[in-house]
């Protein structure tokens, strides 16, 4: 019973701390930095500690200390309880939904059953679209409440792209489902051991759709019509300053970890390392003993996730600087006469594929 | 469905965009009423750039108006300088030396380059090519390392001078150019594969904003924005001067008149306007580089010592300014937008009677109400970007 509850808090604790405390500031650096070697620029480099710079990490510090000491501004005529619940609602469903990504396989520790995933839902999947279908609520409310109409336009604007992307999107990993037969992901995490099983070669069209959904889903450029700077000034967050912006563009930002850490389960293999199963793990680490020959493969697995994770936060903030944006009408036409015939057509040929 | 629509009350929605919203950079304000994100009217209100050009010129000497045209079309402030010497030579009548006239095609060239890279650079921003940008932005930012070799300033250059210039090319400025060429055709290349070809790119701009010839000409337009129509009017080559008619170079023309079109065309123009350049280069005469008529053009502090007339000619401009013969006149060069025109008139004295400008974006974001109106307001962003709008020259 302790060691269950030891076991979960410690998992907490980590996502926690490997999402809030590591993710989302590196990744306001990240994209920075990105940005920057990409165009030929020095990027953020300024802030130090005693003149260390530490290639311009100082600076999530310095945003974070410039952001709470920030004023809290909420416009006259605003709806305060809706304007400031609204940063909250698309924060915390970016938090929660990484709670039932496994990020390792199962081991046994010392005589205990350690399975890497926070909450083994059988309906993981389904959690994942529920909870990320609240986001939009975020979106919609901090639009309509900041008594603003660019506000209101972006508020607009994030419901329609954000309800149509979540019917393509729910579409696009039918196929996966059919193939896998399970909604629970580390179950579908464990039928990927076997390298040439692995989802982006199950289900290649599946793959690309769904990425696409994802960020669509997440609003980032290309897809950033609801905030797009140059049309609507900021769209729904026009009128948010210190940290309830933050809180909006850590949501973003968390969003990017999360549809990294779904591709990676569903599509590249979750923990797997390419042509080594688990066994093999094992028994290549033989020589720690039982309880060692566990950690050290547990570590392994967990490095393999994060680095499959970190390699597609890295394709997303490429896609990011490289693409323009689409328009408002552009957006809405790929995704329901591209995306959703396209997963339609997918289903179909998967599932003649199986009745074969 | 229809019981909803017939009772259910709508209202039309009027927004200002700007003056101080992104896309309008402060110097415009769009009056706009939208229908959900369709434009149902749109009007345009300018003058938030407004320093009274024309009076100001009224109270300075003629050659004191030189620095205020830098602050037009403040993308390419030396084209300003040529068209505003080029319109007082006209009154005078002089006709400036080979070697000026070179140098000044040169010195138009570079600024159209900058121009039109500010252009599509800023055009690309706005619609979220952010690092086109950043690339483009970086080859304006090389040109006018170059313009800061010619005369010592890089935006407000102040180069021109009625009857010549301020000072002849620098030592190595041709190397230094072709050297810097170099780089911005492989940057062009490179902005050129990110966004010709990017079919989120053409989705925004294709088929927007198409304007007929016959209601582009109407309207006034000039410059790339007519010939993306199919009118291949460009006043280098319509009523050559300078020294245009000896260079070898080709007008780029479109054939709808789309937003597209105009970014086809500028981009074209970018690399017409670097062979032009070269061909200056390789053309260009030794010799002077201002007339030989004191009571026009300083002349040198040479001259000015040892010479009696220079002396008396040196002191009269200062003290009086440079009296040009009564009369009215119109000139007009091929500016970066479109046509940009002088009316001056003079009545005999040191200074201005009037001077009237005439902005080639004043009539292109005229028509800014008939390619927007049933668009949808994100088209309002590469419109704006494409009209190339600069507060400076259109407000005046």
Known sequence: ?356 | MSDITKDFNTEHMVINMGPSHPVTHGTVKFLTTLDGETIVDLKVDIGYLHRGFEKMCENGTWQQVIPYTDRLNYVSPLINNVGYALAVEKLIGIDVPERCKYIRVIASELSRICDHLTNIAAGGLELGAFSAFLYFVEARDIIWDLIEMLCGARVTANYVRIGGLKNDLPDNFKEKTLEVFKKVRSLWADVDKLLTKNRIFIDRVKDIAAMPPDEAIAYGFTGPCLRSCGVPYDVRKAQPYLVYDRMDFEIPIGETGDNFDRYLVRMEEITQSLSIVEQAFDQIPPGPINVDMPQYRWQSKDDVYNRIDSLIFHFKTVIEGIKPPPGEIYSAVEGANGELGFYLVSDGSGKPYKIKVRPPCFALTAAMPRMMKGRFIADIVPTFDMINMIGGECDR
């Open chain 1, 1 to 356: 019973m302790l060691a269950d509850m030891i076991e979960s808090i410690a998992k907490i604790l980590f996502i926690f701390g490997m999402n809030i405390g590591f993710f989302a500031p590196v990744l306001g650096w990240v994209e920075r930095k990105q940005s920057a070697v990409m165009q030929d620029r020095i990027g953020a480099n300024r802030a130090d500690i005693f003149g260390f710079t530490v290639i311009g990490l100082f600076h999530s510090i310095a945003d974070a200390i410039k952001v709470l000491t920030k004023e809290d501004f909420i416009p006259t005529g605003a709806n305060k309880f809706f304007h400031t619940a609204a940063p909250f609602i698309s924060l915390v469903p970016a938090i929660v939904t990484f709670c039932v990504i496994p990020f390792g396989g199962r081991y046994t520790l010392f005589g205990h059953d350690v399975n890497l995933v926070i909450s083994d839902l059988d309906v993981g999947l389904l959690f994942i679209f529920a909870f990320s279908s609240l986001a939009t609520y975020g979106a919609v409310l901090g639009g309509w409440s900041s008594n603003n109409n660019w506000s209101l336009i972006g508020g607009l604007r994030a419901s329609a792209q954000m309800l149509s992307y979540e019917v393509a999107m729910g579409l696009t990993i039918i196929g996966v489902l059919m193939v896998y037969g399970s909604l629970k992901l580390t179950e579908i995490g464990v039928m990927q051991e076997n390298f040439f099983r692995w989802g982006i070669f199950m289900q290649p069209l599946g793959f690309v759709l769904f990425l696409t959904c994802a960020i669509a889903e997440n609003k980032r450029a290309p897809f950033d019509v609801p905030e797009a700077e140059s049309e609507i000034v900021a769209g729904y967050f026009t009128e948010y300053s210190g940290m309830k912006f933050v809180m909006f563009w850590m949501g973003e930002f968390l969003e990017i970890v999360t549809i990294s850490g779904i591709v990676t389960t569903l599509f590249f293999g979750a923990w797997h390392l390419p042509f080594i199963t688990d066994q093999m793990l094992l028994s290549f680490f033989q020589f720690a003993g039982s309880n060692g020959a566990s950690i050290l493969a547990m570590l392994v697995n967990i490095a393999t996730f994060f680095i499959k994770v970190i390699f597609f936060i890295w394709m997303q903030m490429t896609i990011r600087w490289t693409l323009p944006r689409f328009r408002y009408d552009q957006v809405m036409k790929l995704c329901w006469k591209m995306i959703l015939p396209l997963s339609l057509i997918n289903i179909f040929i998967t599932g003649l594929v199986f009745l074969r």
